[in-house]
């Protein structure tokens, strides 16, 4: 089974903070993407990657920013975190020859 | 208008009855549909695809009206293990790269009542 493990579970952060959200997957695929689920607006798109060291913004990129440098690894990165930033980030990996997703478990972030 | 648009529920039905969820998309240019199942606190998985001509998956249909803009959900003889939030996603035309992008529903939540 493909596997999408980000580090954390649950992270509480402090308003300020630089804060780093990984991602590995371990099937080789090569689109990778962070969604960000909050109640009554689902999951929206913040960025994605469809190769190493390639990056697309999604609908919501503002205050953040991603780094793929290697093909299994996703990085999405809080570069100021702030309150509103409090929500469930879900990371994502896709192969091209396929529609399917496969989500990692999510990590629920508290910025207090 | 939001691109993909569901009923957010909660759908409450006995076990055994049949449901139905539809989700509707506004981009007629939309080009592929499918279902995925969300339970409670954990991570989306992909359900089944929805094809032009529809689809059937055991107790799961899924179904797609163009002309209507919208793609269905039929579950039949509902399970209790069938209680979870059920997410349309459409994807939409590539992006200036060329990419892909694929648009999430809210979802509707099913509970299935013993």
């Known amino acids: 089974d493909v596997k999408v493990t980000q580090s954390s579970r649950y992270l509480v952060k402090r308003t300020g903070e630089k804060v780093f959200l990984e991602c590995v997957q371990d099937?080789?695929?090569?689109?990778m993407f962070w969604y960000r689920q909050d109640p009554g607006l689902g999951l929206r798109l913040i960025y994605f990657?469809?190769?190493?060291?390639?990056?697309e913004k999604g609908d919501i990129p503002e205050g953040y920013s991603v780094s793929r440098e290697k093909k299994e690894r996703f990085s999405l990165i809080l570069e100021s975190a702030s309150t509103n930033q409090t929500s469930m980030y879900l990371c994502?990996?896709?192969?091209?020859?396929?529609?399917?997703?496969?989500f990692g478990s999510g990590t629920r972030l508290t910025v207090v | 208008r939001k691109e993909v648009e569901q009923d957010p529920g909660p759908f409450n039905v006995p076990e055994g009855a049949t449901v139905a969820f539809n989700c509707t998309y506004s981009?007629?240019?939309?080009?592929?549909f499918f279902w995925y199942r969300q339970d409670c606190r954990k991570e989306p998985k992909l359900l089944m695809s929805?094809?032009?001509s529809g689809n059937e998956d055991g107790r799961f249909t899924a179904q797609l009206n163009r002309a209507s803009q919208y793609i269905s959900l039929l579950i039949r003889d509902s399970k209790l293990s069938d209680s979870a939030t059920y997410l349309c996603?459409?994807?939409?035309?590539?992006?200036?790269?060329?990419?892909?992008?694929?648009?999430f529903g809210t979802g509707t939540r099913l509970k299935v009542l013993a």
């Open positions: 929805v094809y032009s």
């Open positions: 994502a990996s896709k192969p091209d020859n396929f529609y399917g997703y496969t």
């Open positions: 099937m080789d695929h090569e689109n």
């Open positions: 990657s469809y190769d190493v060291k390639m990056k």
């Open positions: 996603v459409v994807k939409m035309r590539p992006t200036t790269s060329g990419t892909y992008k694929y648009i």
């Open positions: 981009n007629s240019a939309s080009q592929s």
